[in-house]
């Protein structure tokens, strides 16, 4: 396993159909957070095909890998940091972004794949 654990990421990679729940942490703690919501970013030729997602606090990016090859994403920030495993062809990858703030996502092994991520407060405690 290359995944980190870090605290309040949850980071779930499914594997030749068995689901593998790497780390999952008390997220939910404090108030009432409205419904999470999935956004799906495809990779395919090498790229995302998002540039960019804007999200809130809470919700899950799915990462499909649509190439015939290898894809491995990370993140890395003050306070928010995941390392997939290795992410096979037709294998997802969800990201679960507990934090409001920005991201940039990008692939360990296409140096040039970048999705930046926005990630807003949840929709409960806007004002
Ligand atoms: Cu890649």
Redesign the pocket.
């Known amino acids: 396993m290359m995944a980190r654990q870090k605290p309040g990421v949850e980071l779930r990679t499914h594997v030749s159909g068995k689901r593998v729940v790497l780390l999952m942490a008390a997220v939910v703690s404090i108030g009432s957070v409205g419904a999470a919501q999935q956004v799906t970013v495809v ?1 395919k030729n ?2 995302f095909a998002k540039a960019r997602v804007a999200i809130a606090a809470g919700d899950t990016v799915r990462f499909t ?1 649509e ?1 015939e ?5 990370y993140a890395s920030s003050p306070g928010f940091t995941f390392d997939s495993d290795e ?1 096979a062809p037709g294998e997802v990858v969800d990201v679960k972004f507990p934090y409001p703030g920005e991201y940039d996502v990008r ?4 140096p040039r ?1 970048i999705l930046h991520v926005s990630v807003g407060k949840p929709a409960a405690t806007k004002r």
Do not use: A, T, V, Y
């Open positions: 990779q090498r790229e890998n190439d090859f290898l894809h491995q994403i992410q692939c360990g092994i296409h794949m």
